[in-house]
């Protein structure tokens, strides 16, 4: 069966300090991969989704960026940290069962 | 482009009481649709599904759900709520060629009194 993992379960940052959140994928090839986050009593906004290795769409612009160096990895990176970041991020993938996602446990990051 | 709306923000609803979410969406065609449940602290786990076919559909948890075309609606229902049901709600729609993105609703939040 599918396994999706997502590490750290928590993180409190500084402002300004870099970022690196890991997302991975098994039991599944090929996925397509989302990023999310969820800011206090929100709904989910979609940062990122790939649909395979190294291709990375952004939905909107902002502070972070995306990686997907190997076919189940996704990694959510971001050079300097700011205040607004703070959230919960949700990774998801998605596989050959058109539009439905399956999301990882979430990590709650806290920037100070 | 699609889009999905939870009419209801906050819905309190007493143990063992009958439970309705409402979602309508905005789509041209019949759009894929789905209902997730949050607890709190966690991921988004799938709770049911509609594709095509029978308009009601069965998902986990007891949880139904009804497509309605005319009404562009897709309401979640449960007969008898639980104090473990209380959660968060999303309904979301995913339609187009779009890398399989789904669009997601701002969510309902449950609460279940004693």
């Known amino acids: 069966s599918q396994t999706i993992h997502q590490w750290p379960a928590t993180l409190v940052q500084p402002v300004g300090s870099p970022l690196s959140l890991e997302c991975t994928v098994e039991?599944?090839?090929?996925?397509?991969l989302y990023w999310y986050r969820q800011a206090a009593g929100r709904g989910l906004q979609l940062l990122f989704y790939?649909?395979?290795?190294?291709?990375i769409s952004s939905e909107v612009p902002q502070n972070l960026s995306a990686s997907r160096p190997q076919d189940r990895q996704f990694i959510l990176s971001s050079k300097k940290l700011l205040l607004s970041d703070s959230g919960f991020y949700l990774c998801?993938?998605?596989?050959?069962?058109?539009?439905?996602?399956?999301f990882g446990p979430g990590t709650r990051l806290t920037v100070t | 482009a699609q889009s999905v709306t939870q009419p209801d923000i906050h819905i309190t609803v007493s143990e063992g009481a009958s439970l309705e979410l409402r979602c309508n969406y905005s789509?041209?065609?019949?759009?894929?649709l789905f209902w997730y449940v949050q607890s709190p602290g966690q991921g988004l786990q799938l709770l049911l599904k509609?594709?095509?076919?029978?308009?009601l559909v069965q998902g986990i948890k007891g949880f139904e759900a009804e497509f309605k075309r005319s009404q562009s609606s897709f309401n979640l229902r449960k007969p008898s709520v639980h104090w473990s049901d209380a959660a968060e709600y999303f309904c979301a729609v995913g339609a187009g060629t779009n890398a399989g993105k789904s669009t997601f609703g701002d969510g309902t939040t449950l609460t279940v009194k004693p």
């Open positions: 790939s649909v395979g290795i190294g291709q």
């Open positions: 509609y594709f095509s076919g029978d308009t």
């Open positions: 039991g599944t090839s090929n996925p397509n």
């Open positions: 789509y041209g065609a019949t759009p894929y």
């Open positions: 998801a993938w998605k596989g050959d069962s058109a539009y439905e996602q399956y």
